[in-house]
T-cell receptor
Framework: QKEVEQDPGPLSVPEGAIVSLNCTYSNSAFQYFMWYRQYSRKGPELLMYTYSSGNKEDGRFTAQVDKSSKYISLFIRDSQPSDSATYLCAMREGSSNTGKLIFGQGTTLQVKP | DADVTQTPRNRITKTGKRIMLECSQTKGHDRMYWYRQDPGLGLRLIYYSFDVKDINKGEISDGYSVSRQAQAKFSLSLESAIPNQTALYFC??????????FGPGTRLTVL
């Protein structure tokens, strides 16, 4: 079993829809949770990060962490065609000094005009 | 100019050839990483380095080696390339635990 599981999709939604992207994990030591966005033929770039449990909002994006369920989510409101990309969740242990991240498989999202 | 650059961007080679992928960064970060990305498998860590004297294996280091020539340069070598090393390779840098900044990637095909 992978440490981090993410449905690869693809996920196709109409413009303006609310998108929910999710990851589950098995390592209870994970404390830092990140979402990276990767456009086609580009490297991933950090979209949001959260420490421990709770919600974090940034514009149209909301990241949620539920450590009791070992489940994290990224919500995109009023989705736009420019949001079409692959979204990767990533996590690391709180005690880790290495900065090593464990990535999910990535979910490919297409937002249709 | 890009903060993290990778060369080459695309490479096609034959089984058994030695290949070197290069990464340079201008962010001044100490930490550098090499990942490979395969469809359905996400990003997997090959090697990482905290400074020029510190090299560590990641989860899939077999068949790969690295060299940290300077703080700003981190190279990945495939000593004898094989077809299942066909993948997209990314270099990344970070400052301690903070976000990792990725290069544009190298698409490697081994025939």
């Amino acid at each position: 079993q992978k440490e981090v599981e993410q449905d690869p999709g693809p996920l196709s939604v109409p413009e303006g829809a609310i998108v929910s992207l999710n990851c589950t994990y098995s390592n209870s030591a994970f404390q830092y949770f990140m979402w990276y966005r990767q456009y086609s033929r580009k490297g991933p770039e950090l979209l949001m990060y959260t420490y421990s449990s709770g919600n974090k909002e940034d514009g149209r994006f909301t990241a949620q962490v539920d450590k009791s369920s070992k489940y994290i989510s990224l919500f995109i409101r009023d989705s736009q065609p420019s949001d079409s990309a692959t979204y990767l969740c990533a996590m690391r242990e709180g005690s880790s000094n290495t900065g090593k991240l464990i990535f999910g498989q990535g979910t490919t999202l297409q937002v249709k005009p | 100019d890009a903060d993290v650059t990778q060369t080459p961007r695309n490479r096609i080679t034959k089984t058994g050839k030695r290949i070197m992928l290069e990464c340079s960064q201008t962010k001044g970060h100490d930490r550098m990483y090499w990942y490979r990305q395969d469809p359905g498998l996400g990003l997997r860590l090959i090697y990482y380095s905290f400074d020029v004297k510190d090299i560590n294996k990641g989860e899939i280091s077999d068949g790969y080696s690295v060299s940290r020539q300077a703080q700003a340069k981190f190279s990945l070598s495939l000593e004898s390339a094989i077809p299942n090393q066909t993948a997209l390779y990314f270099c990344a840098t970070s400052d301690r635990w903070t976000e990792q900044f990725f290069g544009p990637g190298t698409r490697l095909t081994v025939l």
